[in-house]
T-cell receptor, first 112, second 113 residues
Framework: GENVEQHPSTLSVQEGDSAVIKCTYS??????FPWYKQELGKRPQLIID?????GEKKDQRIAVTLNKTAKHFSLHITETQPEDSAVYFC???????????FGSGTRLLVRP | EAGVVQSPRYKIIEKKQPVAFWCNPI?????LYWYLQNLGQGPELLIR????????DSQLPKDRFSAERLKGVDSTLKIQPAELGDSAVYLC???????????FGEGSRLTVL
């Protein structure tokens, strides 16, 4: 089955700096890769996603890159702000099973 | 538009007691999921419904967990009897299509004493 590994588990950056979170997946048939943000005590919310026919996707300060050959994808946040502080989860889905497997999460702290 | 609604938000019970969680998905979302989230971990799928049919319950511990979605709208997840290790947040989510964005509820935090 699918396995998703996420690094780092914690990340502390200065406000204005960039943050990068990386995930690897094991199932080469996975074709959908969303990223969720979860603030303390809140529900996870989708912030960006990418499908396997695209190598990169950008939405304002957030971008995701996908390397299908190496089976890894990354979340890039530029010009970080204190409100970006949260736990970020990557996930991978195999289209045939529709089972979304989440990584273990990265706790991002943006220091003002 | 109302989001995914879950209740109760918090539940404290003693081990061996039963507990039930309720979820009302976003109107029009045919796919409903129950996830388990342990502290410091990502959500893990317990069961997925397409309308009233459970299409993936491979991760549901069927000896003590059960779920239903009788009319293809709201759903109930039950644990009987609860064990100490069941303490976690139980998240319900719904989606309009697969694969697509999952809309999560606020979760039901269970503490088993």
């Amino acid at each position: 089955g699918e396995n998703v590994e996420q690094h780092p588990s914690t990340l502390s950056v200065q406000e204005g700096d960039s943050a990068v979170i990386k995930c690897t997946y094991s199932d080469s048939a996975s074709n959908y890769f969303p990223w969720y943000k979860q603030e303390l005590g809140k529900r996870p919310q989708l912030i960006i996603d990418i499908r396997s026919n695209v190598g990169e996707k950008k939405d304002q300060r957030i971008a995701v890159t996908l390397n299908k050959t190496a089976k890894h994808f990354s979340l890039h946040i530029t010009e970080t702000q204190p409100e970006d502080s949260a736990v970020y989860f990557c996930a991978a889905l195999r289209g045939s099973s529709y089972k979304l497997i989440f990584g273990s999460g990265t706790r991002l702290l943006v220091r003002p | 538009e109302a989001g995914v609604v879950q209740s109760p938000r918090y539940k404290i019970i003693e081990k061996k007691q039963p507990v039930a969680f309720w979820c009302n998905p976003i109107s029009g979302h045919n796919t409903l999921y129950w996830y388990l989230q342990n502290l410091g971990q990502g959500p893990e799928l317990l069961i997925r419904y397409e309308n009233e049919e459970a299409v993936d319950d491979s991760q549901l511990p069927k000896d003590r967990f059960s779920a239903e979605r009788l009319k293809g709208v709201d759903s109930t997840l039950k644990i009987q009897p609860a064990e100490l290790g069941d303490s976690a947040v139980y998240l319900c989510a719904s989606s309009f299509r697969d694969p697509g964005e999952l809309f999560f509820g606020e979760g039901s935090r269970l503490t088993v004493l």
